[in-house]
């Protein structure tokens, strides 16, 4: 937070709850991601459970989240860093929103693989890529914290990691479900689950690229390093 | 994007190292700008901070005012301003102004538009002087609502209709600028609005340098805005920029509501 005082007391007040708000659906997101990552490693139904009824705290959080900040552009008419502030408070909760969605996605589709009862799950570059996406959101959400644009540019450049780590996985789980007729239904859910968690890379950039606005007031002005080749991958 | 062209406007009037003394005291330190011609610039800042000195420097209104000096150039054209040979009454028909709160002339609605034209020998006839108060009326905005009655008092109008009235009467004599000091803080909002939008349509004929300590006024009027503080001018730039991201940090503590 800024160290200057609005005249209006009021207004900080504002600011302040949007913030915290904020950085408590940041803890949020991490938790589901968490649990969603771990549910699927250690194919534990208890932890997946937890994080498909989590996922109801986050929606009611952004909707709380995007309420204050449409009071606080009503009412406060904030500008420059004020308003940016405001701006990024509602696209990063929609981000962590839609992360903790993919979180769900992650818990339902373990659980559907689990029922399967399938053996020998190619399970190690995932388990890397969501250790990854883990810190990325961590860092992101720190960045944010400490409005550190420095910090933020570290986790938007990371990005490329889970791409090549997708990409490979890709193929593994091609490989394993061609080898294994039997495996195309637990494959198909693998292939979704390393989707979401690519993507939720992806947002963890995001909003590593709201905090260089916010402290910066301009996006990066680099390219992103991308290297998900997964669209490009016909077969094995 | 490639497409769009900059297109830079040309400069109307050039103030440089204008400083501004009343007395022993100093109200203004070294202030140089660029205004663009047939646009509309807006002085920003908290009371004090020289912003209404400012303008009344483009007008020698500051003259009026015994103890006051003022130093440095402000050219219009070939003009100085400052210069003792420039006539401040024929500066004042070129560079006209709007105070605060409207001051029709306890006369008729008619006679308030076609005083300036009639004193600086502007009509040859009766109805060439018809034909400039009309003209001025709509260009005002207000001839909708006075056709019919210009021969009524002009106090007997609505604030907001007596500062149109008062824009009326700057523009009759024809002048290329037009000074507004808070033109609007004596209205309501809705008149506000009526005026703001008169602002924009008289930005196509004329240059506008308006004094506001509404910022949002700033921002919807204007297309450069000037930051002044303790005299000095502190920032001055595009007002998307000075709103968005300010460059200096008094800037965005003013705007933001940080400092009054």
């Not at chain 1, 007031?217 to 991958?233: H, L, N, Q, W, Y």
């Not at chain 2, 209205?187 to 609005?193: E, K, M, Y």
């Not at chain 2, 700033?218 to 005299?231: D, E, M, N, W």
Request: charged share 25%.
């Amino acid at each position: 937070m800024d160290t200057q005082k609005h005249i209006s007391s009021a207004f900080d007040q504002d600011l302040t709850i949007l913030n915290d708000a904020l950085q408590q659906l940041g803890d949020l997101a991490c938790q589901q991601l968490e649990g969603a990552i771990e549910g699927l490693a250690m194919q534990n139904e208890a932890n997946l459970d937890k994080v498909i009824k989590g996922d109801a705290a986050l929606d009611a959080l952004e909707a709380e989240i995007n309420e204050k900040a449409i009071e606080v552009i009503a009412i406060r008419s904030p500008r420059a860093k004020d308003l940016r502030y405001v701006l990024v408070a509602l696209k990063v909760a929609t981000i962590l929103e839609r992360m903790g969605d993919y979180a769900r996605n992650i818990a339902n589709r373990t659980k559907v693989i689990m029922t399967a009862g399938n053996e020998n799950i190619p399970g190690v570059n995932i388990g890397r890529m969501g250790q990854v996406t883990q810190e990325m959101v961590r860092d992101a959400m720190l960045s944010y914290q400490n409005r550190d644009a420095e910090m933020a540019l570290a986790v938007w450049r990371r990005d490329i990691e889970v791409d090549h780590m997708h990409t490979a996985f890709h193929k593994e789980v091609l490989a394993s479900m061609s080898r294994n007729p039997n495996m195309v239904g637990t494959g198909a859910h693998l292939l979704f689950i390393a989707k979401n968690i690519e993507r939720i890379g992806d947002y963890a950039t995001g909003i590593a690229e709201q905090v260089h606005f916010l402290v910066e007031g301009a996006m990066p002005d680099e390219d992103r390093p991308k290297a998900d080749k997964t669209s490009k991958v016909v077969g094995t | 994007m490639d497409t769009i062209v900059d297109i830079a406007k040309a400069i109307k009037i050039q103030a440089k190292d204008v400083n501004v003394f009343y007395g022993e005291k100093q109200a203004l330190n070294d202030v140089s700008i660029d205004i663009e011609d047939r646009s509309v610039t807006a002085f920003i800042g908290p009371s004090g901070c020289g912003k209404s000195t400012f303008l009344r420097c483009f007008n020698r209104m500051n003259d009026v005012i015994p103890s006051c000096r003022v130093e440095g150039s402000i050219m219009m054209g070939d003009v100085e301003v400052n210069s003792p040979q420039t006539d401040p009454v024929l500066l004042r028909a070129r560079i006209g102004m709007v105070f605060q709160k409207p001051n029709p002339f306890p006369k008729t609605i008619f006679e308030n538009v076609a005083y300036g034209p009639r004193i600086h020998g502007l009509a040859q006839s009766k109805s060439e002087l018809d034909d400039m108060v009309e003209d001025s009326l709509k260009k005002a905005g207000l001839w909708g609502e006075v056709a019919d009655r210009l021969a009524d008092q002009a106090t007997g109008l609505s604030g907001g209709q007596q500062q149109r009235l008062c824009i009326a009467r700057a523009i009759a004599v024809g002048p290329d600028v037009l000074l507004m000091d808070e033109p609007c803080s004596a209205l309501d909002p809705i008149a506000t609005s009526v005026i703001e939008e008169l602002i924009s349509e008289l930005q196509q004929r004329f240059t506008i340098l308006i004094v506001t300590h509404s910022m949002q006024q700033a921002a919807r009027v204007s297309q450069k805005t000037a930051y002044f503080h303790l005299g000095t001018l502190v920032e001055y730039g595009d007002t998307k920029d000075v709103f968005t991201l300010p460059k200096n940090e008094q800037t965005e503590a003013y705007i933001s509501g940080k400092i009054g």
